[in-house]
């Protein structure tokens, strides 16, 4: 993209060469003899209204579809995350050099550390599409489910690291919560989470075992299926079963009758406050 603005002469998407951005602008002129300023201008007028109508961010979204292509048809997407996702699969050889090797990483085996937010854990469609090809076609041996606020004040968005390689197909997935700090809420750009912070994470990860942080899933419970074989979904979003209830991931349903539960109890006890309240004002004697 830079290179397409910035110089003189750049090669198109269709492989022909031809002038870059701006040395294209600079040759317009109009049939009316106007100032290649005017040209521009009415180029781009309305931009302002066609990022407030959305119309700009569509025409972003065609731009990808020339990305897209690059993946296989029932996994094309314009999520970036999922794209991303699919390039360093894609890019993970069976075979590799490294040397440093754990019993959740076999021998000469290419891997990955991926960064991915909530959505990729429980998304449907093509997203359960590529999460289907990851289990059965990598080693996707942990999850290490951050805690709020890790890339504040970029996102608020909660996320999560998939550690992947080509060993085989997943058999099963570790899960490990990373908590937060005591005494705090979330992190922040001036308090961003620390390496050391992860302690406790890199001395369990050679010695796994299940405990108030960690759990294991095998994949059968990960992957659902229609009664006709089909892919129904991929959900990779499970909670600590050993955590305490949060209740932003209550399902609607509960939600809406712990609300209501609440709101009874408040209007019981405002009943009783005004029966107690009744029954202590007497009537103001109007003798003299």
């Given amino acids: 993209m830079l290179a397409f603005i ?70 094309q997407t314009a999520e970036t995350a999922l794209l991303f996702l699919q390039l360093i699969m894609r890019k993970l050889r069976r075979s590799a050099s490294s040397s440093l090797v754990t019993r959740h990483s076999s021998p000469r085996c290419a891997r990955a550390a991926v960064v991915v937010p909530n959505g990729t854990l429980f998304g449907d469609g093509v997203c359960a599409r590529i999460k289907s090809e990851l289990l059965q076609e990598f080693n996707l041996h942990t999850i290490v489910r951050l805690p709020n606020g890790v890339f504040a004040p970029y996102t608020s968005i909660p996320t999560n690291i998939l550690f992947f390689d080509r060993s085989g197909p997943t058999r099963e997935v570790w899960y490990y919560e990373q908590p937060l700090p005591i005494g705090r809420k979330n992190y922040t750009k001036t308090a961003p989470i620390q390496f050391e912070e992860f302690a406790d994470c890199i001395q369990w990860w050679t010695k796994r075992e299940e405990n108030e942080r960690a759990w294991r899933v095998p994949v059968t419970e990960l992957l659902e299926y229609n009664p006709d074989g089909s892919l129904r979904a991929v959900n990779l979003d499970r909670k600590n079963p050993r955590g305490k209830e949060d209740i932003t991931h209550l399902p609607p349903e509960q939600l809406a009758a712990d609300i209501l539960k609440k709101v009874q109890r408040i209007a019981e006890i405002m009943g009783n406050i005004q029966k107690l309240l009744a029954g202590s004002v007497k009537p103001r004697d109007s003798r003299p």
Avoid: H, W
Avoid at 18 to 43: C, P, Q, W
């Fill in 6 to 75: 910035n110089n003189e002469e750049t090669t198109r998407p269709d492989g022909k060469r031809g002038a870059g951005l701006f040395r294209y602008l600079r040759t317009l002129t109009s049939s009316n003899g106007d100032d290649r300023r005017e040209v521009i201008a009415t180029v781009f007028r309305g931009v302002q209204n066609r990022m407030v109508s959305g119309y700009l961010l569509r025409d972003v979204i065609n731009k990808l579809n020339g990305i897209q292509g690059n993946f296989p048809e029932d996994k």
